[in-house]
């Protein structure tokens, strides 16, 4: 059982998630040129991804370190699984966590080292301090986020604007899913004297911050169906703004924790069909196996 509490801590699926999301902008989007086995087989990618997924296991015991009062509040069950795993335990985890991510990046490069150890401070520095704060600790939360995927750029230094509108889409969908939460979770975040925007300016306010936000992520879609080549992928932006519509007349109409927590689900699923979706960009590596397979 307290396997599967520290597996609950760590959130070990959407480490599994963001891992694969990694490789699959590696192959389809950040490194086209190369065979896709190449670049799966990369070991030093291999290094950064391992690293990336064991900074975000840190982050989730950390940020579940702090957040244990309000935990008990917005989420109780899931409350109770983590604490079979004693505080004591959980930071031991989260420090050993740490010195490995810092030993893997240094077998990457000394950049690679001090990426990872300006992200794990930011995380801490986050789940510490800033996450009380309105506004900034929904953006920091937001980029801590998307981080990973600025991890593997650098390593190929490919900074090609597409790249950087796919990033704005995804985090502006992030930003949104954060105010959602701190909807779903205002009763915990009220009790524990976290300043959220919904603590300190009210329910309707956050929904208009968040309708705001859904249509911002218009101008990275448009530059991305028709300004950049994204193959078939056209057709996950086309039925992702259906979703988005459906999700802002649902949002208008929220009023419990339930509610709220569906609207969370909508933006996840958007956003991990979206990580998955990328493979649209080229689809003969699925349907031919041309790049896999093909000789160099």
Known sequence: MKVVSLFSVVRGYNILVIAMAQYISAVFILDRERRALDVILDFNLFLIVLASSLTIASGYIINN???AQKDLINRPKKSMLDRLVSQKTKLYVYFTLNFVVAFLALLV?????????????????????LKKYPVIGNLTAAFLAVLPFFGILMYFKNFYEVIFAHATFLYLLILT??????LENVKGDFVNNYRTIPVMFGEKTSKQIITLLIFFTIIPVYLLVAEYDVGYM????????????YFLTRLWKAKSKKQYLELHNILKFLIVAGVFSIV???????VHGRRLLSVI
């Open 65 to 67: 370190f702090y957040d």
């Open 109 to 129: 490069s000394w950049r690679a080292f001090i990426f990872f150890s300006g992200y794990i401070f930011l995380i801490w520095f986050y789940s510490h301090k």
């Open 280 to 286: 649209l960009i080229e689809p003969s590596v699925l």
């Open 177 to 182: 899913r954060e105010l959602i939460k701190d």
């Open 234 to 245: 056209d057709i996950y932006f086309y039925a992702g703004m259906i979703v988005i519509i």
